[in-house]
T-cell receptor, first 111, second 111 residues
Framework: EADIYQTPRYLVIGTGKKITLECSQT?????MYWYQQDPGMELHLIHY???????EKGDLSSESTVSRIRTEHFPLTLESARPSHTSQYLC??????????FGNGTRLTVT | GESVGLHLPTLSVQEGDNSIINCAYS??????FIWYKQESGKGPQFIID?????DKRQGQRVTVLLNKTVKHLSLQIAATQPGDSAVYFC??????????FGPGTRLSVLP
């Protein structure tokens, strides 16, 4: 079982608020990813990192930002939440030749 | 562009029957393929993988078949059980680190 943790599991927040979704992994993986997923739908890559101080935008345009100050931590921040941000956010990590390991996600609702 | 797509969005099978979930991919450079299972409220979990130099790989009750000629991947689940009900995603990986996910197939197991 992969050790990758996301908090909070559920978040309901009002429009305009700043939020940070947390993601931590204890496997020492260099590569970390954020995906956005509507329930039962495909995954869209929004950010990724190949190591400390390295971050890149993914395929899906996103108003969120990420940082990678420590190997184990890859938080995602929304400066001003909007209803269109309502979705599930999945964090994943990868090391060496291993497959992606996913956390259980944060279900975000913006009212 | 590169894409991975599943032929059927939903699949219903009788408990005890075999299930076959299909996936098409388009990137000839993809050299690694993974099937993930996602249960409600959880992140995708690794099921089985296969490299492009193989055409079949078996796990416990699951078999993945790869046909590079027609760029087709399938997941076979033997003796499907209620616990197999989930959304299944295929993913193709190229250049060792670029993941492309399909839209997902929802498998429902009927009693």
């Amino acid at each position: 079982e992969a050790d990758i943790y996301q908090t909070p599991r559920y978040l309901v927040i009002g429009t305009g608020k700043k939020i940070t979704l947390e993601c931590s992994q204890t496997m020492g993986h260099d590569k970390m990813y954020w995906y956005q997923q509507d329930p039962g739908m495909e995954l869209h890559l929004i950010h990724y990192s190949y190591g400390v101080n390295s971050t890149e935008k993914g395929d899906l345009s996103s108003e969120s930002t990420v940082s990678r100050i420590r190997t184990e931590h890859f938080p995602l921040t929304l400066e001003s939440a909007r209803p269109s941000h309502t979705s599930q956010y999945l964090c994943a990590s990868k090391g060496g030749g291993s497959p992606l390991h996913f956390g259980n996600g944060t279900r975000l609702t913006v009212t | 562009g590169e894409s991975v797509g599943l032929h059927l969005p939903t699949l219903s099978v009788q408990e005890g029957d075999n299930s076959i979930i299909n996936c098409a991919y388009s990137n000839s450079a993809s050299d690694y393929f993974i099937w993930y299972k996602q249960e409600s409220g959880k992140g995708p979990q690794f099921i089985i993988d296969i490299r492009s130099n193989m055409d079949k790989r078996q796990g416990q009750r699951v078999t993945v078949l790869l046909n590079k000629t027609v760029k087709h991947l399938s997941l076979q689940i033997a003796a499907t059980q209620p616990g197999d009900s989930a959304v299944y995603f295929c993913a193709e990986i190229y250049y060792g680190q670029n993941f492309v996910f399909g839209p997902g197939t929802r498998l429902s197991v009927l009693p």
